[in-house]
């Protein structure tokens, strides 16, 4: 390979593996990857359209990768560049527009297609733009996922767009609609990574719980699916996310009791614990509905860790809603959760409700904040003195340490020889960080 590509990925999982995947369809034309931008023949921007300040970092980063640009070369051409993912889908024009020295600008599904994008740029055909959703889903022109690009997690993405159309939300615009890849496809690609030395498989989707994916004589839901992945000799650990409440249906509550390697911890966005502001969203779910879901998912897997995501000052949020927001949250105690103001985003219906003002947004943040930060280090600090299975995935900070991941998805560094890397052992836990865990290797071997 002589050409080297650097791409910077901003977003969610789903993100993180399309750009895996970018890497795997440039690899065939002799792109190597490099970890910065300044030795790069080709830099690739996969974007985030969320919230205003993530598709604003967009263009600041463009100004500051500018000036690469006058780098030649090892063939003597210029330096390409190009933005991808959804601020991409968003405002494909606005971004050729706004930074006219961009090569590129494509949407999530057209990443297969990034070989031909740079052939027409190198035939001079000007600035390449592709953010149409095309018929001929992404996921049949892909190479198969290279085994070099997944170390002892990975993420295999199962399910793409949404078709929910929360009030506040891009995503079924960026990602347009709900597609879930077939049975066969997904099982290929979980037991290619297994083969490849993969134990820990993340099954993405933006709605991965409403997967309906096609199989010999009908469809299976994803309980069915995470059932199948857990037969899949090597695969110790299957996590899957992000998931709405209302596609929690019985089979996938019975399925955290019935599959071991089905891990305990469930990120199950909330938004809010208003029932008027979670109509507004358009969420067709009460703040009781969920309580009683997570009441019924403890039932089944008593130790459940929950996640979160939570915005606070949606329009007309009044006090007595954020109020409720607090409620739920106490009742309810979270492992950890992401909380967010809301942020208008341009075509959503919400956006063109009159706004709160930015102080009380930032305050009812703050609040928040300080609440899901107690229930994360009571949650961490509850685990201090257990013994817990972690999977070592990668050198730690110090020499000497590893850092690995619980079932309940915290952090833990602990000194260990670099020859349990990559396997499952008992640590025990003797501190607790807000954000980590730290312990020693127990005498149990537990895989
Ligand atoms: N598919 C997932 C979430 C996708 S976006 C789900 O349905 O839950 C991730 C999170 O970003 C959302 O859960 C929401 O909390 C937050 N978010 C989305 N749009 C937002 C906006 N306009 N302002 C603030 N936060 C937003
Ligand atoms: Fe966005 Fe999630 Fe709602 Fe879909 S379900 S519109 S991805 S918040
Ligand atoms: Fe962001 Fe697109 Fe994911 S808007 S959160 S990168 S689906």
């Known amino acids: 390979m002589t050409k080297r590509v650097f791409i910077k990925t901003y977003g969610c999982q789903m993100n993180v593996y399309d750009s895996a995947r970018m890497a795997d369809v440039l690899a065939p034309v002799g792109f190597a990857p490099v ?106 022109h892909l190479p198969e996922v290279a085994a070099s690009s997944s170390g002892v997690t990975a993420f295999l993405t199962i399910q793409e767009g949404c078709d929910k159309f929360c009030t506040f939300c891009v995503v079924p615009y960026t990602r347009g609609a709900e597609y879930s890849r077939p049975v066969a496809e997904v099982l290929a690609e979980a037991s290619r990574l297994a083969a490849s030395g993969v134990r820990e498989i993340t099954l993405l989707g933006q709605n991965v719980n409403a997967y309906h994916g096609a199989a010999d004589g009908g469809e299976w839901r994803l309980a069915r699916l995470i059932a199948a992945v857990a037969d899949i000799p090597g695969i110790a650990r299957i996590r899957y996310t992000t998931s709405h409440p209302v596609d929690m249906t019985d089979d996938l509550i019975a399925a955290h009791r019935e599959i071991d390697t089905l891990m305990p911890y469930l990120h199950l966005p909330v938004q809010s614990g208003s029932d008027r502001v979670l109509r507004a969203m358009g969420r067709h779910h009460s703040a009781d509905a969920y309580r009683q879901l997570v009441d019924r998912l403890r039932e089944a897997r008593p130790d459940l860790a929950l996640s979160s995501d939570l915005i606070v000052g949606f329009p007309d949020e009044t006090d007595a809603d954020f109020r409720a927001t607090m409620d739920l949250v106490t009742d309810v105690q979270f492992a950890q959760a992401y909380s967010f103001m809301y942020s208008p985003r341009p075509g959503t219906p919400a956006a063109a409700a009159p706004q709160l003002d930015e102080p009380v947004k930032r305050e009812r943040l703050a609040e928040l904040q300080a609440l899901l930060d107690a229930q994360q280090r009571a949650f961490n600090q509850a685990c201090v003195g257990r013994d817990l299975p972690v999977l070592f995935e990668r050198p730690g900070r110090h020499p000497g340490q590893l850092a690995g991941r619980t079932p309940y998805m915290q952090a833990v560094h602990a000194h260990a020889s670099p020859d349990v890397l990559n396997t499952i052992q008992a640590v025990h836990i003797d501190a607790a960080t807000p954000n980590s865990l730290a312990g020693i290797l127990a005498e149990r071997v537990i895989a």
């Open 35 to 140: 970890d910065t931008a300044d030795q790069a023949d080709l830099i690739i921007l996969n974007t985030c359209h969320i919230r205003e300040k993530a598709a604003e970092k967009v263009y600041s980063e463009l100004g500051r990768l500018k000036h690469l640009k006058h780098r030649p070369t090892a063939e003597g051409g210029p330096v390409l560049l190009a933005v991808a993912g959804c601020v991409a889908q968003a405002e494909g024009a606005e971004i050729l527009a706004r930074a006219p020295y961009v090569d590129m600008v494509f949407g999530p599904q057209t990443l297969h297609r990034l070989p031909e994008m740079i052939a027409r740029v190198a035939r001079n055909a000007g600035q390449v733009l592709e953010t149409d959703f095309p018929v001929d889903v992404k996921f049949d």
